[in-house]
């Protein structure tokens, strides 16, 4: 062994590359780092005498201590920036507020931008909230490595090159290399990585395609040679071999468009999932194919979709900032110019403005700054205020659809809550009126009476606004139709907790049937979904039924296994699609969306069937 070797394997410093940036993270004190900027985890009053904030205050200096109290005290989350002192580096970025893992990645993605605006190439974190907050290493370790894919992804030319994380715990090394092994191939500096075969880096796979680079991955293989005098117990053998691989062995189908949209940090923890676990994953354009032991896929699965599901938030979320732009823009407001906020901040002031908040702070530069919305005016850290103003670039009835049905309760500064429904209010009658009326059929049928348990109004803003957005869309498209319907879907307990949070998810059809396509179904009477095949009962014998607003707009007929709707002019396959499968263009009773932003889950209707 080298002394290289030993000094590495002193350090612990473990190398990725996430695609320019090289990212290291190393067992060190941070107050020893020479790159352009460190981060400090201060507190709201940046006065944090204590853990690896005491030292970097320390080491710094009076004069750093003096920058942080004239700051004064900070609000919610965020970080501010102060000069260096007697450290090495150019910048310190003083974090506070790190109320969850969540948030950590949210500033730590912040803090990233903040050295790309002033065109720093290097910067080291602490394992952030690591220490008094007591967050698991592993789950800390996930959150920032999320945050650099992010502002990759983001920042096609980033200015920052290198990023340390810098850890004072050498038992935490191990929980920042299993999720950076996960990420891309580890390689400590020892020579023994140059021997792991299997492993793929994006450094190897130059411009290949996702699906070029998953069929990289090195799977191990045998043959399997039988021999006999009888060609009929050869047959048996070969039989016996093919029914081993079909009883531990299956294929599973996930239908969505989102395959060849993952991330370089999610590609990799696919590839990664592969050789772990010697499963083969296919990305297609409508679907993603996972072959293997049927455990195995299994498990990738439920990992596939919650990679999805982050794609998917990832996307919804850029598609809402460019959507809102287009419908309101806030702007600073001076005697010399009008200076439009950026459509991740214009996003942000929006919705704090709908869920009719005061205040809202936000950080920029380093600084603090604070948004006051009866005022009209954002203020500095030094109390210099400015006006700002919300223009409004849709008409009156257009911006409408996009504020909370009047029936919601406040829910303060939450975006979800779900609200039990009182029996004797005017709203639950309705509901139940209306869903009672729709089961007479099931309710002769079966000669079974049906109890309502409870009525639950779901208040999901962010569901809310996708869905009110793309419904604006559609009644542009077709401003003389009926574009929205009142419809019922039959669901289980476990999954409506994640559609009461998440939406509806196309992930799930195929359950009961695909008849008229794969995608999320839809009833025009509650009878069709009281069949136990679409609520299953829990325990107590409860079942659920969502009343839904549905977005149906133009339809189409809904064919066996469907991947989209059909184009609305057949003879222009590249025309608008419709929005909505059928099961008859006439009188239609079953509708399927493609889009699961195209329904919002607006009641949870629990209740019982008992016979006469």
């Not at 038992?171 to 792991?196: C, I, W, Y």
Request: charged share 25%; with cysteine; proline share 4%.
């Amino acid at each position: 062994m080298s002394d290289d070797d030993t000094n590495d394997k002193q350090l612990g410093c473990i190398e990725i590359k996430v695609g320019k940036i090289k990212v290291q993270t190393i067992c060190a004190d941070i107050t020893n780092e020479e790159t352009n900027a460190i981060v400090n985890s201060n507190n709201n009053e940046l006065n944090l005498k204590t853990g690896v904030s005491g030292a970097v205050l320390k080491a710094a200096g009076q004069p750093v201590e003096d920058e942080c109290k004239a700051l004064g005290n900070q609000t919610g989350s965020g970080f501010v920036r102060t000069t260096a002192g007697k450290l090495k580096v150019k910048h310190i970025m003083h974090t506070f507020g790190l109320t969850s893992v969540k948030v950590i990645k949210k500033i730590m993605l912040k803090i990233l931008n903040e050295c790309q605006d002033l065109n720093l190439n290097s910067v080291s974190f602490p394992a952030l909230g690591t220490g008094s907050k007591q967050y698991s290493p592993k789950e800390v370790a996930q959150a920032m490595m999320d945050a650099i894919d992010n502002f990759v992804k983001d920042c096609s030319n980033p200015s920052v090159k290198l990023i340390r994380v810098v850890i004072f715990n050498k038992k935490m090394l191990q929980d920042f290399q299993d999720v950076m092994e996960k990420a891309k191939t580890v390689s400590p500096k020892s020579k023994q990585n140059v021997h792991q075969q299997g492993r793929i880096t994006l450094a190897q796979s130059g411009n290949q395609s996702p699906l070029e680079l998953l069929k990289s991955v090195q799977y191990p293989s045998c043959t399997v040679q039988i021999y006999s005098t009888s060609k009929d117990a050869i047959s048996k053998v070969h039989s016996y071999i093919d029914d081993i691989i079909k009883d531990n062995c299956s294929t599973q189908l996930i239908n969505t468009t989102y395959g060849n949209s993952f991330s370089d940090v999610e590609l990799q923890t696919i590839c990664a999932m592969c050789e772990k676990t010697q499963i083969k994953v296919e990305l297609e354009t409508d679907s993603i194919v996972v072959k293997g032991k049927t455990d195995d896929v299994l498990a990738s699965v439920v990992k596939i979709n919650s990679l999805l599901q982050d794609l998917k938030e990832r996307i919804n979320r850029k598609q809402e900032e460019d959507i809102i732009k287009k419908t309101v823009q806030w702007e600073i407001v001076t005697e010399e110019n009008i200076k439009p906020f950026n459509s991740n901040l214009n996003y942000e002031l929006e919705m704090n403005f709908l869920k009719k908040q005061n205040i809202f702070t936000y950080t920029h530069g380093g600084q603090l700054y604070t948004i006051n919305f009866e005022k009209k005016e954002q203020a500095d850290p030094q109390g210099n205020c400015v006006k700002i103003r919300r223009r409004i670039l849709l008409e009156d009835h257009q911006l409408a659809l996009v504020q909370p049905p009047p029936a919601w309760t406040d829910m303060g500064s939450k975006d979800f809550d779900v609200v039990l429904l009182q029996v004797d209010s005017p709203e639950f009658k309705k509901v139940s009126e209306n869903f009672k009326k729709t089961c007479i059929h099931f309710i002769n049928k079966y000669k079974q009476n049906v109890i309502i348990v409870t009525i639950e109004r779901i208040q999901n803003l962010k569901l809310w606004q996708s869905y009110s957005i793309r419904k604006q869309t559609v009644d542009r498209k077709y401003p003389k139709s009926q574009n929205e319907n009142t419809l019922y879907h039959g669901t289980t307990y476990e999954i409506s907790q994640k559609i009461n949070k998440r939406g509806f998810n196309r992930s799930y059809c195929g359950r009961n049937a695909t008849h008229y396509g794969l995608g999320t179904y839809f009833a025009k009477e509650a009878y069709y979904s009281c069949d136990q095949q679409y609520s299953y009962p829990d325990q107590c014998g409860n079942k659920r039924i969502y009343q839904a607003r549905v977005i149906t707009g133009k339809l189409c007929q809904g064919g066996k296994d469907l991947k989209e709707p059909s184009p609305v002019n057949p003879l222009d396959p590249l025309s608008d699609l419709c929005d909505c499968a059928v099961d008859r263009l006439n009188n239609p009773f079953v509708y399927v969306i493609f889009c699961d932003d195209g329904a919002y889950p607006e009641y949870l209707i629990t209740f019982k069937t008992v016979p006469f």
